[in-house]
C-alpha cells in the first residue's frame, strides 16, 4: 500500500520571501515521487520527479525538492515567490507493483504582493 | 504541437442524463487514465486503459464508463448511476515505454456540472 500526505492544505507567503510545501509519503516498495502545479482550471504539469537517483531535484521555475528516506518526506521548496507560483501543488508517490500513482490532497499556495 | 485534447470544457447536464467526455491524444502513448478532482480531495482514479481494448476499474468507477477502441482516444461517459458528478475530469496519459519515468501527461480538464 502506498499513501502520500501534504500536510498544510493552504499556504500563503509573500512575494520574495521562501516557499515551503510539505510532503510525507509512505510506501512498501522504493519509491518515485513527484510534484505537479495546477492552475486554475487548467491540467496538472509535472515540476519534478525523484526516481531514485540524486537525492536534491531541481525542477523548473526555480522550485527544488528533497528526497529524505528517513522522515519519508519529499518537501517542494523555492528560495523566493513570484506572483506566478500562486496555483495548486500536489505530491505524487508511485511505488507499488503496477507503477500506479497515488495522489495527496493538494496544497494552495497563495503569494501576497 | 504533441498533447492531449479534451472537449468540452464545460458541460451542463440535467439529472438522469449520461454524458461523455472526450479525451484524444497525439502523443503516441500507450496508457491513458481518467480522474476526478473535487476541492481538497486531490486527483481519485476513475478507469485506465494500458492497452487498446483494454481498460480497468480504479479506485470510484461505479457511475462511468469507458471505452479503448482507438490508441488515440479515451471516451469517459457519466452515467446517470453517478450519486455525485458535479466535479473536474482530468485525461491523462503515459507512455509505458519508458515506465521507469511514470510521468503523467494531462489534459487541461472538462468542467461538469449537475443542474
Known amino acids: 500500500a502506498q499513501s502520500v500526505t501534504q500536510l498544510d492544505s493552504h499556504v500563503s507567503v509573500s512575494e520574495g520571501t521562501p516557499v515551503l510545501l510539505r510532503c510525507n509519503y509512505s510506501?512498501?516498495?522504493?519509491?518515485?515521487l513527484f510534484w505537479y502545479v495546477q492552475h486554475p482550471n487548467k491540467g496538472l504539469q509535472l515540476l519534478l520527479k525523484?526516481?531514485?537517483?540524486?537525492?536534491l531535484v531541481k525542477g523548473i521555475n526555480g522550485f527544488e525538492a528533497e528526497f529524505k528516506k528517513s522522515e519519508t518526506s519529499f518537501h517542494l521548496t523555492k528560495p523566493s515567490a513570484h506572483m506566478s507560483d500562486a496555483a495548486e501543488y500536489f505530491c505524487?508517490?508511485?511505488?507499488?507493483?503496477?507503477?500506479?500513482?497515488?495522489f495527496g490532497g493538494g496544497t494552495r499556495l497563495m503569494v501576497k504582493p | 504541437d504533441g498533447g492531449i485534447t479534451q472537449s468540452p470544457k464545460y458541460l451542463f447536464r440535467k439529472e438522469g442524463q449520461n454524458v461523455t467526455l472526450s479525451c484524444e491524444q497525439n502523443?503516441?502513448?500507450?496508457?491513458m487514465y481518467w480522474y476526478r478532482q473535487d476541492p481538497g480531495q486531490g486527483l481519485r482514479l476513475i478507469y485506465y486503459?494500458?492497452?487498446?481494448?483494454?481498460?480497468q476499474k480504479g479506485d470510484i468507477a461505479e457511475g462511468y464508463s469507458v471505452s479503448r477502441e482507438k490508441k488515440e482516444s479515451f471516451p469517459l461517459t457519466v452515467t446517470s448511476a453517478q450519486k455525485n458528478p458535479t466535479a473536474f475530469y482530468l485525461c491523462?496519459?503515459?507512455?509505458?515505454?519508458?515506465?521507469?519515468?511514470?510521468?503523467?501527461?494531462f489534459g487541461a480538464g472538462s468542467r461538469l456540472t449537475v443542474l
Open positions: 510506501s512498501s516498495y522504493s519509491p518515485s
Open positions: 525523484y526516481t531514485s537517483a540524486a537525492t
Open positions: 502523443l503516441n502513448h500507450d496508457a
Open positions: 505524487v508517490v508511485s511505488g507499488n507493483a503496477g507503477n500506479m500513482l497515488t
Open positions: 491523462a496519459s503515459k507512455d509505458r515505454g519508458h515506465s521507469g519515468a511514470n510521468v503523467l501527461t
Open positions: 486503459s494500458q492497452i487498446v481494448n483494454d481498460f
